[in-house]
Nanobody
Framework: QVQLVESGGGLVQAGGSLRLSCAASGRTFSTYAMGWFRQAPGKEREFVAAITWSDNRQDYADSVKGRFTISRDNAKNTVYLQMNSLKPEDTAVYYC????????????????WGKGTQVTVSS
């Protein structure tokens, strides 16, 4: 199983930016896609973005398209989520996930989850 550690969360004003990082380690051989989810208080976890290690294919939830950008550094086994134009509605715990395919990330069928990092957007 892949171990995932998120970092970069914090408090930011509406309209501001934040960059999250997810460092992957351990057994990564069968993990070909990575993604980000978020969960706000009282709500279910929802898909945010995903990316493949091999060809940089990307997928985004409609709610963040145009504002968030997912990227990866294969040499560092690290995935990033650049969040711009943040809104109070983006406030949530953000979780990193690893899966076999991009579609499996979107579906939440993942091999590993990180423990999450809190993002709070104030108005």
């Amino acid at each position: 199983q892949v171990q995932l550690v998120e970092s970069g969360g914090g408090l930011v004003q509406a309209g501001g930016s934040l960059r999250l990082s997810c460092a992957a380690s351990g057994r990564t051989f069968s993990t070909y896609a990575m993604g980000w989810f978020r969960q706000a208080p009282g709500k279910e976890r929802e898909f945010v973005a995903a990316i493949t290690w091999s060809d940089n294919r990307q997928d985004y939830a409609d709610s963040v398209k145009g504002r968030f950008t997912i990227s990866r550094d294969n040499a560092k086994n690290t995935v990033y989520l650049q969040m711009n134009s943040l809104k109070p509605e983006d406030t949530a715990v953000y979780y990193c996930a690893a899966a076999f395919t991009l579609n499996m990330v979107r579906a939440g069928v993942v091999d590993s989850w990180g423990k999450g990092t809190q993002v709070t957007v104030s108005s």
